[in-house]
């Protein structure tokens, strides 16, 4: 059985804590289209900083313990992060950010596309997967704080439903 100095688990507990908030910053910084759209490159990067970061968390232990301790202290500063934005309006504000708008009745917003690092191919791929076709048929298209963007075309005296079934109930007939 090995020997634990309380010390050296606290210590990774608060290096763990360190990286996963220094991480949050980073991830919020980088924008909404980083979360939605990630390119292999994205992938690479992701591994990447795994790697480097591991040794920041855990230091010079390597065992089993020091590893299992950091996967259950981000876990758990993750369930805090998520309770707390619950709670507190500005922490969920700061932390999801809010959606964009990027084109408004069929006209792009250049301003917004440029802070987003978004271009029109980019729009014009989200209108292609709503079967849209040019953009002077888009209502709106708004930037999710989740990097997805969604279109809503303009009526064209065709309405497309979808029907989607609540869970429990069943479909009417």
Known sequence: MINYDP???????????????????????????ELGQMSPFDL???????????????GADTSLTGGLLAAFVLLLVNWIVGRL???????????????????????????????????????????????VDKVSQVQIAILEVDGTISIVPKQTGVSHHTRRRVRGRKPKD
């Open 44 to 58: 690479v990067v992701v591994l990447i900083i795994a790697n480097a970061v591991q040794n920041a968390m855990v």
């Open 85 to 131: 934005r619950l709670h507190i309006p500005w922490l969920n504000r700061d932390l999801t950010g809010h959606a964009t708008l990027l084109v408004n009745d069929g006209h792009y917003i250049e301003q917004n596309m440029r802070r987003e690092g978004i271009d029109e191919d980019d729009i014009a791929m989200a209108m292609r997967e709503h079967g």
């Open 7 to 33: 010390l050296s688990l606290a210590e990774i507990v608060l290096r763990t804590s360190a990286v996963y908030v220094a991480l949050l910053i980073g991830i919020r910084v980088a924008g909404k289209r």
